[in-house]
């Protein structure tokens, strides 16, 4: 399937401009006519920036939020998805709304319409909305359904930022040093030269890794790029992807943040999908496919498999030292008085705030740790340049 842009006026006059989805431009042109739209142009998309049609996670609960206040309020479901087709928070969302309106009005039900959209909606969003539309609650579910992806959106941005900031400031003192060994080391090593005199050991080593960074920065770059290729095509591995993300669970400090976000994250789904009705098995399943991590996902597989021959739930996540002692008592209360969903939630909130307090943890430790790092690197590459000057000062002294 190709993607086309037009630019077309509907039955009122108005200008409409979009992207739809089809294996031609003849079949996008029909699909136009179709919608009863006289066409003003239709061209292929070629898009050059893949990053750009993303839809994330905001746009889609805001989406979400918007659809379940309109059917809660009695307004048709093609009604409601025409009115929010019209909006442009992100081209790639609009897209799909018009797609799944299209298949609305073709008789299609609303949660296969979306079962074609997955890739951006996720598994548990199609789920749930199946179960909705079984249940005649959609409006409640998508409520439900609009509450979990804000709160996990929330979380993950929470996450996001406290990993982004070491990165930021390693950006800077790569930066800093780079400053320092293209303008500031050259300018020192030709006066030195000039003095022909001897210099300290460590003088020497950064104005030798100056002169072999200068002359090898081809090599270095061509280097770089191989390594983010061989990891482009390797991470892509599962042997790769479960050794990694088993590592990263070990990491001091960060392992621990990234555990609780991702048994929140896992509480919290499941959850939302035991309250919209979906079954216990079925509902692992879509768990493990939204656990972000390979090493978390092999848990709950296997659980899938014990509690499908009846085996309690926290007897089979008890198998692994994966999940903590106080969560699988606390699902085991839950099993034991049939209120396992209520359980969950209560779990998925008391590690949200167990994310929030080692993120400012972690960033109240990562901040002096890191401004100390990059203080100690400026700090040996200006009293290298200077170790000379000092000699030269105590010698004429």
């Known amino acids: 399937m190709a993607k086309f842009i037009y630019k077309?006026?509907?039955l009122r006059g108005s200008h409409i401009q979009g992207e739809l989805e089809a294996a031609s431009k003849q079949d996008a042109v029909e699909a136009l006519e179709k919608r009863k739209l006289t066409i003003l142009s239709v061209k292929r998309d070629i898009?050059?920036?893949?990053?750009k049609n993303r839809v994330s996670g905001a746009v889609i609960s805001r989406f979400t939020r918007q659809l379940s206040a309109m059917v809660s309020s009695g307004l048709p479901l093609a009604e409601a998805l025409g009115v929010l087709s019209k909006q442009r928070d992100s081209r790639k969302m609009q897209t799909m709304v018009q797609s799944v309106l299209d298949d609305i009005k073709a008789g299609k039900p609303f949660h296969e319409a979306l079962g074609k959209h997955q890739a951006i909606l996720g598994p548990l969003y199609v789920s749930l909305v199946k179960a909705g539309e079984s249940a005649g609650a959609l409006g409640e579910?998508?409520?439900?359904l609009a509450d979990h992806l804000e709160k996990s959106d929330a979380i993950k941005r929470k996450v996001r930022g406290a990993l982004l900031y070491p990165a930021v400031i390693l950006l800077v003192a790569i930066s800093a040093v780079a400053i320092l060994l293209v303008f500031v080391v050259p300018s020192f090593a030709k006066m030195f030269a000039d003095l022909n005199k001897e210099l300290p050991m460590l003088t020497l080593v950064i104005i030798n890794a100056c002169t072999f960074i200068k002359t090898?920065?081809?090599?270095?770059l061509a280097a770089v790029a191989a390594l983010f290729l061989a990891y482009g095509r390797v991470k892509k591995t599962a042997r790769f992807r479960s050794a990694m993300d088993g590592f990263v669970l070990k990491i001091p400090y960060f392992g621990s943040l990234l555990k609780k976000a991702a048994i929140g994250r896992f509480t919290r789904t499941l959850a939302t999908l035991l309250k919209g009705g979906v079954p216990l098995v079925k509902a692992l399943e879509i768990?493990?496919?939204a656990a972000g991590n390979m090493r978390i996902e092999k848990v709950i597989?296997?659980?899938?498999?014990n509690v499908s021959s009846g085996n309690p739930l926290h007897e089979?996540?008890?198998?692994?030292?994966?999940?903590?002692?106080?969560?699988?008592q606390m699902i085991a209360v839950g099993e034991k008085i049939g209120e396992l969903s209520?359980?969950?939630?209560?779990?998925?909130?008391?590690?949200?705030?167990?994310?929030?307090a080692a993120v400012d943890s972690v960033l109240s430790i990562i901040e002096p740790v890191m401004i100390v790092f990059l203080a100690v690197i400026i700090g040996v590459i200006l009293i290298a340049m200077y170790l000379p000057l000092f000699d030269m000062m105590t010698g004429m002294s």
């Open 342 to 356: 209520k359980m969950m939630e209560r779990v998925a909130l008391f590690y949200d705030g167990e994310v929030s």
């Open 301 to 305: 597989l296997d659980s899938v498999r």
């Open 8 to 10: 077309a006026t509907d």
């Open 216 to 220: 090898k920065i081809i090599l270095i």
């Open 47 to 51: 898009d050059l920036n893949p990053f």
């Open 287 to 289: 768990c493990s496919a």
């Open 316 to 328: 089979s996540l008890s198998k692994d030292p994966l999940f903590p002692e106080m969560t699988i």
């Open 141 to 144: 579910i998508l409520e439900r």
